[in-house]
């Protein structure tokens, strides 16, 4: 006999690639879950009103039927008296569903309300941010003009060699290509240095560029030096 072959199921969720969306535009979508949400329940008051109104037609006829004596036979009287009946009491159903779905709904604009106030405020919020952010990048775009025009006359006078060995270590190190010899301290890496580096540092000649021995940057000794 045949084996049928087993049937293999797949969360489909787990075929889907990953998803990826701006935390505000997914704060977005929430508030057009909520009119979407308001749209559905708008429909369904209107389904609601219009069931009403044509279950109170329909009993309009039905009474107008009986009050001009248009149904004479007492069985179809009897037939006609039990549907006013079953259409008062369908009438009194739907009402109740029309104040329910109407509860909902506002229940559903001031969710709305409330969650278009948090969007306003938030807009607000961002463009105050913003403002603040491009006022300070002004201030370091003119910081900046600032350094580069005192940058130049300073690097003018450097040896090439020495500039260019500075600009290789800055480029690796952070920024920070050449750090002072504080009290026996490298301000660059901020490490001690010990004392037998320090007997090499204070007998090298003034002219030789020292280097640290942990970050290799590049070490200049001063007064300050404590050697």
């Known amino acids: 006999m045949d084996v049928p072959p087993r049937c293999t199921h797949s969360t489909p969720h787990s075929q889907e690639r990953p998803l990826k969306a701006d935390p505000t535009a997914q704060v977005t979508l929430l508030e057009v879950q909520e009119l979407d949400s308001r749209a559905d329940l708008s429909a369904e008051q209107a389904k609601v009103?219009?069931?009403?109104?044509?279950?109170?037609?329909?009993?309009?006829r039905d009474r107008e039927r009986m009050d001009t004596g248009q149904v004479g036979?007492?069985?179809?009287?009897e037939r006609l008296g039990h549907e006013l009946e079953s259409l008062e009491r369908r009438i009194a159903s739907l009402e109740d569903d029309?104040?329910?779905?109407m509860e909902r709904l506002e229940e559903a604009q001031s969710v709305l309300d409330s969650v278009t106030t948090l969007l306003e405020q938030a807009d607000v919020r961002l463009g105050e941010l913003i403002a603040v952010r491009d006022e300070k990048v002004a201030a370091i775009d003119a910081q900046l003009v600032d350094v580069e025009a005192q940058r130049g006359p300073s690097v003018e006078g450097l040896p090439e060699?020495?500039?260019?060995?500075?600009?290789k270590l800055r480029a690796t190190k952070g920024g920070v290509g050449a750090a002072m010899l504080h009290q026996r301290r490298c301000t660059g890496c901020q490490l001690s240095i010990d004392n037998a580096e320090l007997s090499v540092i204070r007998s090298a000649p003034a002219d030789l560029v020292v280097r640290c021995e942990e970050c290799t940057r590049i070490l200049v000794r001063t007064a300050e030096s404590g050697l």
């Open 49 to 60: 009103d219009a069931d009403v109104e044509q279950v109170k037609a329909r009993r309009a």
């Open 161 to 167: 060699d020495l500039l260019a060995l500075y600009e």
């Open 98 to 101: 029309e104040i329910e779905v």
């Open 73 to 77: 036979n007492p069985k179809d009287l």
